[in-house]
């Protein structure tokens, strides 16, 4: 069975730091770039980050460019995305996804706000408040 499990999520304040993890099961990531979406209640969902399979390169979006890293540790299956100085704002459901990379970088994928994904977690609440 091929799936992403998220997981990490949780309440932090203002200020403080989460580390999400997507875990695929019944596959590799060694062929996808990895994709991290995110979205709030009545809002459209958000490209966050990506890391490409080609090269390992990564991309932010501008509103957390800065704040959050995106990583991936190839012995365990798994991506990560440390997000630092986290805002209330950042609270969102966060989405892994996958897709069998044709781009050279994945940032395409980000800015098209994950329509063409082949994989989806089925998220990770993050809650940013006092």
């Known amino acids: 069975q091929l799936q992403l499990v998220e997981s990490g999520g949780g309440l932090v304040q203002p200020g403080g730091s989460l580390r999400l993890s997507c875990a695929a099961s019944?596959?590799?990531?060694?062929?996808?770039?990895i994709n991290w979406f995110r979205q709030a209640p009545g809002k459209e969902r958000e490209g966050v980050s990506c890391?490409?399979?080609?090269?390992?390169?990564?991309y932010y979006a501008d509103s957390v460019k800065g704040r959050f890293t995106i990583s991936r540790d190839n012995a365990k299956n798994t991506v990560y995305l440390q997000m630092n100085s986290l805002k209330p704002e950042d609270t969102a459901v966060y989405y892994c996804?996958?897709?069998?990379?044709?781009?050279?970088?994945?940032?395409?994928?980000?800015?098209?706000?994950?329509?063409?994904?082949?994989?989806w977690g089925k998220g990770t609440l993050v809650t940013v408040s006092s």
């Open positions: 019944g596959f590799t990531l060694d062929n996808y770039a």
């Open positions: 996804a996958a897709v069998i990379q044709t781009y050279y970088y994945c940032s395409p994928y980000v800015r098209k706000g994950g329509y063409d994904m082949t994989y």
């Open positions: 890391i490409s399979s080609s090269d390992g390169s990564t």
